[in-house]
Nanobody, 118 residues
């Protein structure tokens, strides 16, 4: 069983920064991509960023140039550095490990709340 635990969320003013951390059980990172998703109230969950086992990254247009995803495979940890935060970034952020399936399936963390005040 895979377990994902997110941390690092909080309340920040617009323009500020936060770094989210996703710690996973098991040695799973070396062969799979990992993703960060977010869900704002009344909206569907959306992909924010993902990183492949080879280190290739991809971002939603809304966060390009502001967010950065990285991984530390020996520590089974994925990070999401969020800079220049905007009120529209307010959401619950989830870490996703898809296992053998596509991103957005498989295992999810419990989520961490990010609130950006204007």
């Amino acid at each position: 069983q895979v377990q994902l635990v997110e941390s690092g969320g909080g309340l920040v003013q617009a323009g500020g920064s936060l770094r989210l951390t996703c710690a996973a059980s098991g040695s799973i990172f070396r062969v799979n991509a990992m993703g960060w998703y977010r869900q704002a109230p009344g909206k569907q969950r959306e992909l924010v960023a993902f990183i492949t086992s080879g280190g290739t990254t991809n971002y939603a247009d809304s966060v390009k140039g502001r967010f950065s995803i990285s991984r530390d495979s020996p520590k089974n940890t994925v990070y999401l550095q969020m800079n220049s935060l905007k009120p529209e970034d307010t959401a619950v952020y989830y870490c996703n490990y898809p296992g053998a399936g596509p991103l957005g399936t498989g295992y999810w963390g419990q989520g961490t709340q990010v609130t950006v005040s204007s």
